[in-house]
């Protein structure tokens, strides 16, 4: 289904390298200097975060996890109960682990749907598409390759049908709040009465747990962080000596805000393509924020994008949950 044309790849990977050149050395020149967590994700990066769900500390996708596959009946029957047919969009589909288990079900429930994965890659995308042929073959698929708004808006020239759409793994977790609202907002329009949203959020919880699952033992999250920089070595041909920075997080149990920051360990000046970065000893680069909620903020955030939560379910320990709204 996937389909990669060879020359509008390579254009797509020009304005890519663009956007990231220049979201790189606008963010450096902020105060404090900041990297967006969105570009952690490369080859390497994909693979250290891969490592990062394996950590014994990394509690959410464990927890995600549980629910697809132990709570499946229940989840069904907040996103399909009728026999309308369907279409099950995904936004960030990637290798749709937790997602597997409820397509296995609805497929055997005899459910009329289309699983359409969204996601911004391509690779990525035929991989799953080849894997769910195997696991699933009565499956129907549509993959999207693109930016979750212009896929969602042509998943809905492509049928009339009601969308469910999922939005897992607390990846709205990295939005600030203003983003997650401005997010939640255009989801909403781009949707319609009856439609339905899954959206999956991290609890708060015992602040050591949280603080834990990004502070691991192994040094994972440290050198998932750190991988940016090496990135844009790699890919903004710059000189970023990554030993001389060090990982540090916060969690603050009342916003619920986890952080991540590099901090300069010297006076240093950095060359990306041709201009200088200056850094001070002790320095921050503001990385990534993984936002943890109570319900209430979830409540919150429905309702200021135009929803209207109409269910949930928790993993057994009561940890994440996925959030239904209408
Ligand atoms: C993939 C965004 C859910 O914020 O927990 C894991 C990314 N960062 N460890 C998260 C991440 C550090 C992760 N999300």
Redesign the pocket.
Known sequence: NVQVDTDSQIENDQTNVVKFRSDVLNGLKNNPKKLS?KY?YDKIGDHL?QE??AMPE?Y?TKCELDIFKNKTENLTGLIASENEPFDLIELGAGDAMKSTFLLKYLVEKGKDFTYMPIDISGNILSILNEKLNIEIPNLEITSLEGDYFDMLDKAASMSSRKKVVLFL???I??MNKDEAESFCLELNKNVNSGDVVLIGF?LKKNPHVILS??NDQSGT?AA??LNLLSRINRELNANFEVENFQHYQTYDPVSGD?R?YLVSLKDQKVLIENEVISFKENELIDM?V?RKFSESGIVELAEKSGFKVVGEIKDSKNWFVDSVWE
């Open positions: 967590s952690f975060f990062i769900m990394y959410l793994g607390s990846n977790g990295n991290d699952a990004y999250t998932f962080n986890c991540s990534e993984s």
